[in-house]
T-cell receptor
Framework: DAKTTQPPSMDCAEGRAANLPCNHSTISGNEYVYWYRQIHSQGPQYIIHGLKNNETNEMASLIITEDRKSSTLILPHATLRDTAVYYCIVRVAGANSKLTFGKGITLSVRP | GAVVSQHPSRVICKSGTSVKIECRSLDFQATTMFWYRQFPKQSLMLMATSNEGSKATYEQGVEKDKFLINHASLTLSTLTVTSAHPEDSSFYIC???????????FGAGTRLSVL
């Protein structure tokens, strides 16, 4: 079973920031928080991951609460191409460590 | 980012035939690859873990004799759907890990339609 909970859907206006929440209250100390997204009929795309510090890359920012029980993925300037299903996943790092996908959150970016 | 290639992207076959799907890590070596299946409007479900040079590990409920996995090299894993039936029609996706296993990259997926 997935160890994260996400709202089923949300929308935002193009050009505005999209803040996607995720709860992972049972996360273990050696588990990372990962975010992937899946655009319709494509394979999932890696976005970002973090352990306990906030992270930022060219795609997004990841804010993890101090107790690590929740996190927020921030797309700073959403575009129509960001419309997708976003998955928040927790897992230990390692080549043999599998990703368990939940239902994710469907983000719809409106013009 | 690293590239994982899947082939074919789409396949249509008759019931009872076998279909082979290839997953390649193009610019890195992967001792472990994963195979997922996704039905319409559902999330990805892990089918099996493919281990280079050894037997695959299957998730509960996945028939190992129906979904044959071969991982003969560090850059190639294959999934063969044997005696395919219409209920096997699905979107099959593979993944491989890079950077000490911290980041998994996914192929574009293979859409299988069994008539």
């Amino acid at each position: 079973d997935a160890k994260t909970t996400q709202p089923p859907s949300m929308d935002c206006a193009e050009g505005r920031a999209a803040n996607l929440p995720c709860n992972h209250s049972t996360i273990s100390g050696n588990e990372y928080v990962y975010w992937y997204r899946q655009i319709h009929s494509q394979g999932p795309q890696y976005i970002i991951h973090g352990l306990k510090n906030n992270e930022t890359n060219e795609m997004a920012s990841l804010i993890i609460t101090e107790d690590r029980k929740s996190s927020t993925l921030i797309l700073p300037h959403a575009t129509l191409r960001d419309t997708a299903v976003y998955y928040c996943i927790v897992r230990v790092a390692g080549a043999n460590s599998k990703l368990t996908f939940g239902k994710g959150i469907t983000l719809s970016v409106r013009p | 980012g690293a590239v994982v290639s899947q082939h074919p992207s789409r396949v249509i076959c008759k019931s009872g035939t076998s279909v082979k799907i290839e997953c390649r890590s193009l610019d890195f070596q992967a001792t472990t690859m994963f195979w997922y299946r996704q039905f319409p409007k559902q999330s990805l479900m892990l089918m099996a873990t493919s281990n280079e040079g050894s037997k695959a590990t299957y998730e509960q409920g996945v028939e190992k004799d129906k979904f044959l996995i071969n991982h003969a090299s560090l850059t190639l894993s294959t999934l063969t759907v044997t005696s395919a039936h219409p209920e096997d029609s699905s979107f099959y996706i593979c993944s491989a890990s890079l950077a000490g296993g911290r980041i998994s990259y996914f192929g574009a997926g293979t859409r299988l339609s069994v008539l």
